[in-house]
């Protein structure tokens, strides 16, 4: 009789642990990002088309999926609706409450897919998020109900998520790849801290911040052998857009630039800070300033440039190993 009594809950046991496992839901996370065709539409043709060729989604609201998790009580089925969650970040959880106006124009949606395919073939694999979010606007509200809103060509870089707002300009059509690129770029060089910290290093913390002429009191003596102003010998004479280009003939300024890089490189800069007339105000607006030369130049042309200036040169080889080496950019 004690056997029987034995075998009884033995088999009631059995039939619990079916009967149970026949209500738990196996949850495939990757089914529940792949994205599927659909011809009929361009927009989700597009995003199929990315999917397939980058496996990255791409999503134009936060709710992704579904995941069934069991029938109630009257049969009903009961879903886990899984959206995206954005408050995670690289290393912390940022408690941010987020709303979206969602995008909705196919005009609209499709010039999105166009930056993100521009970005995708621009962009080394090590620098793919794990998905894009594409909204109209955004607004992140934090613990103290102070606001944020996110629009008209912003974007964000977030630990699996890149989001961005529409309303582009043409200008920001053609520049938001290389620039996402960047910030995508000085993100990840964050997880190297070895090797951040020594790129820290070779600038002398004082310099930073600093007047160039303060930091080199025969900063202004290259102009006093031309008849250019003084103040025209700062960093602004670096970029193409500069005001005053024209009032140099080809040759002059390059040797105006090459003096004017000798006297900047002695300090390992590559760049001013808000105000020309200052060194970069610390070392992630010097991180910033480095990777943007870096991007826009081959190596070749890189050494070519700046290769007279021992800092420079040494803060780049440290880059170059994150840059090229690790995250796989070509330069």
């Keep these: 009789m004690r056997n029987v009594v ?8 059995v039939l619990g642990c079916e009967k149970e496992s026949g209500l738990t839901s196996k949850i495939e996370l ?12 361009p927009v989700k043709h597009r995003v199929y088309e990315l999917y397939s060729k980058y496996g990255i989604p791409v999503y134009f609201n936060d709710t992704i999926g579904k995941i ?8 009903k089925d009961v879903y886990r609706y899984e959206t995206l969650d954005l408050s995670w970040g690289f290393t912390s959880y940022s408690q941010l409450k987020y709303s979206y106006e969602y995008m909705t124009d196919p005009d609209e949606q499709l010039t999105a897919l166009g930056i993100i395919e521009e970005y995708l073939e621009l962009a080394a694999k090590p ?3 794990f998905n894009f979010f594409v909204t109209k606007s955004a607004k992140t509200i934090d613990i103290k109900d102070e ?34 690129m960047r910030e995508m770029v ?15 290093s070779v600038s ?15 900063w202004y003596d290259y102009v006093e052998t031309t008849d250019k102003p003084s103040y025209y010998f700062s960093p602004s004479a670096l970029s193409d857009t500069w005001y005053a280009i024209n009032e140099f003939e080809p040759e002059e300024l390059e040797e105006f630039r090459a003096a004017l890089r000798l006297a900047m490189g002695q300090f390992g800069f590559v760049a001013g800070g ?19 030369e870096m991007l826009n130049r081959s190596r070749d042309e890189f050494i070519e440039l700046w290769g007279e200036s021992p800092l420079v040169m040494a803060k780049y080889e440290i880059l170059y190993h994150i840059v090229a080496d690790e995250l796989g950019v070509k330069l």
Aim: no cysteine.
């Design 30 to 41: 990757e089914d529940l990002y792949a994205i599927k065709d659909d011809p009929s539409d």
């Design 68 to 75: 069934f998790v069991k029938k109630d009580v009257t049969g």
């Design 186 to 200: 000085k993100n990840k060089i964050t997880n190297y801290k070895d090797l951040l910290a020594a790129f820290n």
């Design 274 to 292: 808000q105000s020309s007339l200052y060194t970069p105000g610390d070392n992630e607006k010097d991180l910033v300033s480095y990777i943007s």
């Design 127 to 129: 620098l793919h998020p």
């Design 147 to 180: 606001e944020k809103i996110y629009k008209e060509g912003e974007y964000k870089i977030h630990f699996r998520t890149v989001l961005m707002t529409g309303d582009w300009t043409e200008s920001q059509i053609t520049s938001l790849p290389n620039e996402m």
């Design 204 to 218: 002398d913390r004082v310099w930073y911040g600093k007047s160039w002429a303060k930091l080199d009191p025969h």
């Design 6 to 13: 034995l075998y009884l809950l033995l088999a009631l046991l």
